[in-house]
């Protein structure tokens, strides 16, 4: 019977151990996640920002390019408002919590995955600005000259 009890408490620990060390890899990969993809975001508003700064009078009269500031405008207001989420997380690490079932997880343990998963959503958005930016010929070469806009 002590062998018995020796082999379970053996196993229990094991498991234990083996989920503990997934929990911390988790976390880390997440950070690791979040992390790459607000420094792609970064750089791609810096390139937003040098477009902004060459824009000229006579460009922001064109539709296309006022409707692509606008969108680009509240693209920056909700990262922003992500970021300020991100920055205000308990920087104390919740790994363990990722051991718990989900059910039953308190909702303030949840806000790292949630971050990590707007921040996904962010970067496509601003995947997707950047490219309409392309599709349509916003900046040309020189980043002041207005581009003639063909749709097909």
Not at 41 to 56: D, G
Not at 84 to 91: G, Q, S, T, Y
């Amino acid at each position: 019977m002590a062998d018995f009890a020796l082999g379970l408490t053996k196993t229990a620990v094991e498991g234990t151990l083996s989920r503990v060390k997934s929990a911390i890899e988790e976390e880390a990969r997440l950070k690791e996640k979040v992390h790459h993809d607000l420094v792609f975001i970064t750089a791609e508003f810096q390139m937003m920002q040098s477009f902004l700064n060459v824009a000229n009078k006579e460009r922001a009269k064109n539709e296309v390019v006022r409707t692509w500031v606008r969108q680009l405008r509240d693209l920056a207001f909700d990262v922003e408002d992500c970021v300020e989420f991100v920055v205000h997380l308990d920087n104390k690490s919740t790994w363990w919590w990722r051991m718990v079932p989900s059910c039953v997880v308190p909702q303030r343990h949840r806000h790292l995955d949630e971050a990590a998963a707007e921040i996904k959503l962010l970067k496509a958005r601003v995947e997707d600005v950047s490219q309409r930016n392309t599709r349509y010929n916003l900046i040309s070469d020189s980043g002041s000259h207005a581009k003639t806009i063909t749709v097909q």
